[in-house]
């Protein structure tokens, strides 16, 4: 992990750590807040009717998510899960506390917009942990890499072993383009059988970190 990681990963978390904490210990206050919201929520999916019903238990999980993905991401601990976690809450968050906030003036409005302004930019900086590798490339690109360097090692033994071939006689060339065939059509099926095995489990991924969301 870099130096810069390492500071901005618990920069950004920290808000979310105190966030979660403070609707710990006050559920009451942070219940009265979600509450609008989950109702508007259990009325477009049914299956949210429990949490409807029972705010106090849902801003126990809300707060109990932000400091435990927060605390995973300050570490660098699954840092793109953490994320993804924090990136749910925020939105909710954001949306409950500014869809039934009391704007009475002028300066409330005001207030209000730096207020979102500061929440996009902090949703700005979750989505941007959420993609980051660590500088590693993806699944994909290496993939593709690791084909490249195949491909490319094995048409120069194939050009050894023909040039080599050659000097036994013409019979031994005609044997090695032979087996030289035989042999890309089997690195090409691995390959396409490789690909599909990324493919699907690059997929299988996706889902499971949507179904975390």
Do not use: C
């Not at 084909?147 to 031994?172: H, M, P």
């Amino acid at each position: 992990m870099s130096i810069i990681r390492k500071v901005a990963r618990p920069l950004l978390a920290a808000s979310f750590i105190a966030n979660g904490v403070q609707r710990l210990r006050d559920t009451d206050e942070a219940a009265q807040l979600f509450q609008p919201s989950l109702e508007e929520v259990a009325s477009i999916v049914p299956q949210a009717e429990t949490l409807s019903k029972n705010p106090k238990r849902a801003a126990q999980v809300i707060g109990g998510v932000e400091v435990g993905a927060g605390l995973l991401l300050a570490a660098g601990r699954y840092p793109r899960v953490a994320s993804l976690l924090l990136v749910t809450v925020h939105e909710f968050s954001t949306y409950a506390e500014y869809r039934f906030a009391d704007v009475d003036s002028a300066d409330d409005v005001a207030d209000q917009r730096k207020g979102l302004l500061k929440n996009v930019s902090i949703l700005g900086g979750l989505w941007l942990a959420a993609v980051d590798r660590d500088g590693k490339p993806s699944l994909s690109w290496r993939a593709d890499h690791l084909a490249k360097v195949s491909k490319k090692k094995g048409n120069q033994f194939r050009d050894r072993t023909i040039k080599w071939a050659e000097t036994l006689g013409e019979d031994a060339t005609k044997t090695a383009k032979a087996l030289e065939r035989d042999a890309s059509k089997d690195f090409k099926r691995a390959e396409r059988d490789a690909r599909r095995v990324i493919v699907k489990s690059a997929r299988d991924a996706k889902k499971k970190a949507e179904d975390l969301t």
